[in-house]
């Protein structure tokens, strides 16, 4: 119409005053006018149309919103999470938020035993040594990918619990990239939210002799053929605490200052996170230190408990083959408290 109305009053114009050329040039003007109107207009329904798939998505935010409870400070709720498995529906537990937490521990550190302790708790979900596996290690991206799996609750291990888990995490130790990769690990923690349990042992030398005979059951397979590196029953671990191991005296101190330097270390990294620092020791001796890490998971607490029993158990002398020689080679050395069996731990 518009393009009927130029043509015939150009002809018009044309025919009347065709010295005239103003009319013309105003006319085009008008014409990119309603152009440009036009490009606004349709730009606005587009702006509409997206306007109207906001609220959608508003909406699956909406419900999330609503699981915050308004009294918890922003500090708070970096450490709640809400996940939405893949595998199943949290069901009336989908509000109950979820703590992240990494048990940060080394071999023969009483780990295993506070693992199951923790997985006693009917809210707790540790999934053990997942990065025991070395393909879930070989670069960050499968490890960011095997957390991710774990913290969405889409792991799959006996230690699973029902929707209305409240703290989700594993056990790792120093050596299975945790260190390797200490940059990258401590970047995710701090982006998702992720508590670290540090576990470790006071006395290194207890630990290298449940280190040594636990390698050399390995291949002795003192239980009927089997390997346990933790026992269920006392006949079972007299049978393991018969071996005393030989400590070679040269390479004593090296390892333990090894040992030493590598906790030191993994605290100095990450004590950037929230984080948790616990002995072993103490927490044989005081149990209210497992409260604390109830506390710090923000559980409620309970009585945990656990099936495991200790190993090694009598004196250090009795113990290890080469007492006399060890108790030479650390006498007088900053390790010398390691030898005082003040407590049979
Ligand atoms: C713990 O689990 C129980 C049983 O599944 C559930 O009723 C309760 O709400 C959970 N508590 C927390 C704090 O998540
Ligand atoms: C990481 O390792 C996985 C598994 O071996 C491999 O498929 C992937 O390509 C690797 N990614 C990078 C970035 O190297
Ligand atoms: C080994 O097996 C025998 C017979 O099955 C059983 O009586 C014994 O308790 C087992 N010993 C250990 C240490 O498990
Ligand atoms: C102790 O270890 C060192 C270094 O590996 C070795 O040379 C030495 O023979 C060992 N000593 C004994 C008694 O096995
Ligand atoms: C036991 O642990 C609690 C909490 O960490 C601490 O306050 C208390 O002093 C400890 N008790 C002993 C006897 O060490």
Request: charge should be positive; aromatic fraction near 10%.
């Given at each position: ?46 702006k ?48 109950t ?49 095997t ?16 929707e ?59 239980l ?32 333990l ?46 009585m ?20 006399d ?21």
């Amino acid at each position: 119409m518009v393009v009927d109305d130029c043509c015939f009053f150009n002809k018009d114009s044309l025919v009347t005053k065709p010295s005239k050329k103003y009319p013309l040039v105003l006319w085009m003007a008008i014409l990119g006018l309603i152009m440009i109107s036009g490009v606004y207009i349709f730009s606005l329904c587009l702006k509409l149309r997206v306007f109207v798939v906001t609220p959608n998505q508003w909406k699956g935010k909406a419900t999330k919103q609503t699981c915050h409870d308004l009294r918890i400070p922003q500090s708070e709720l970096r450490y709640m999470h809400y996940p939405e498995p893949t595998t199943y529906s949290r069901k009336e537990c989908t509000c109950t938020p979820v703590r992240f937490f990494a048990i940060l521990s080394m071999q023969r550190s009483g780990s295993g035993w506070f693992e199951t302790l923790l997985n006693s708790h009917v809210n707790v979900s540790s999934n053990g040594e997942i990065f025991s596996v070395k393909e879930r290690r070989v670069n960050i991206s499968s490890i960011t990918e095997t957390l991710d799996k774990v913290y969405n609750l889409d792991w799959y291990s006996s230690a699973s619990k029902n929707e209305c888990t409240a703290a989700v995490g594993l056990k790792w130790m120093l050596n299975q990239g945790l260190m390797q990769h200490h940059k990258e690990i401590i970047k995710y923690f701090n982006k998702r939210g992720v508590s670290a349990i540090l576990l470790f042992r006071r006395n290194l030398l207890r630990r290298l002799v449940s280190v040594l005979a636990n390698s050399h059951d390995r291949n002795a397979k003192q239980l009927n053929g089997t390997h346990k590196a933790h026992v269920h029953s006392k006949n079972e671990a007299d049978v393991l605490a018969r071996y005393k191991p030989t400590i070679n005296t040269t390479l004593l101190i090296p390892e333990l200052k090894l040992t030493d330097k590598w906790g030191a270390d993994a605290l100095e990294h990450f004590k950037s996170t929230r984080h948790i620092r616990l002995y072993y020791e103490d927490l044989v001796h005081n149990s209210t230190k497992l409260m604390d890490v109830l506390d710090f998971l923000r559980l409620p607490q309970q009585m945990l408990s656990s099936r495991h029993v200790k190993i090694h158990s009598k004196s250090l002398s009795d113990q290890i083959e080469n007492w006399d020689a060890v108790y030479t080679a650390l006498k007088g050395t900053e390790y010398e408290s390691f030898l005082n069996a003040d407590y049979q731990i």
